[in-house]
């Protein structure tokens, strides 16, 4: 397993503003994701993020709104940018470690945009 | 494309009642199943997968899950539900064939009455 911090916990912030998750792991994981959970809902995979390179992203999540770095095997942040209040959500970090299939999970940062 | 199905938004069972929570998937190949719990305000925590063998699994917190190949269900299941149990419970899937893209079911918030 992994252990996953991510920062901030939550934060409250103004429209067209951008904030920046940080999420680190105790450990060196072979892939790292970014999901998605708005208010009621499940979870959207925003992006999978690589070390030393461009992330990966999904259908319907682009790089100018959502970047995202990676800089090692342990650490990775994701941008939300010219914030508006649809952009209220929970983003969580998640992790898949070499020789388990599940995914683990940092506990969040709930954002909400006024 | 993958999908999940759970066709409950909500569960309630008394304590000490079996509890159920259902789960349909739809993938192309082999799957990987997973099912997790989202406590309020908390990140998502791992229960348990099925990833090959025996079609019942059991996991953390006395909680268990049937693999049914023909019905393409994964049913959660408890013995003896315990107000602690009362949280959101997302089921999610992994086709083998597409890497470690999951796509998460829809949830379940299962009360469990006292």
């Known amino acids: 397993s992994a252990v996953i911090s991510q920062k901030p916990s939550r934060d409250i912030c103004q429209r067209g503003t951008s904030l920046t998750i940080q999420c680190q792991v105790d450990s060196q994981v072979t892939m790292m994701f970014w999901y998605r959970q708005q208010p009621g809902q499940s979870l959207t995979l925003i992006a999978t993020?690589?070390?030393?390179?461009?992330?990966?992203?999904e259908s319907g999540f682009v790089i100018d709104k959502f970047p995202i770095s990676r800089p090692n095997l342990t650490f990775s942040t994701l941008t939300v940018s010219n914030m508006s209040p649809e952009d209220s959500s929970i983003y969580l970090c998640?992790?898949?470690?070499?020789?388990?299939?599940?995914?683990?999970f940092g506990p969040g940062t709930r954002l909400t945009v006024l | 494309a993958q999908s999940v199905a759970q066709p409950e938004d909500q569960v309630n069972v008394a304590e000490g009642n079996p509890l159920t929570v259902k789960c349909t998937y739809s993938?192309?190949?082999?799957?990987?199943l997973f099912w997790y719990v989202q406590y309020p305000n908390r990140g998502l925590q791992f229960l348990l997968k099925?990833?090959?063998?025996?079609?019942l699994v059991k996991g953390s917190y006395g909680f268990e899950a049937e693999f049914n190949k023909s019905q393409t269900s994964f049913h959660l299941k408890k013995p003896s539900a315990l107000v602690s149990d009362s949280a959101l419970y997302f089921c999610?899937?992994?086709?083998?064939?597409?890497?470690?893209?999951?796509?998460f079911g829809p949830g379940t918030r299962l009360s469990v009455l006292p």
């Open positions: 993020a690589n070390q030393g390179s461009e992330a990966t992203y």
């Open positions: 998640s992790v898949a470690v070499q020789g388990d299939n599940e995914q683990f």
């Open positions: 993938v192309s190949g082999n799957p990987y």
């Open positions: 099925y990833i090959t063998g025996d079609n």
């Open positions: 999610a899937v992994r086709d083998m064939n597409y890497g470690q893209n999951f796509v």
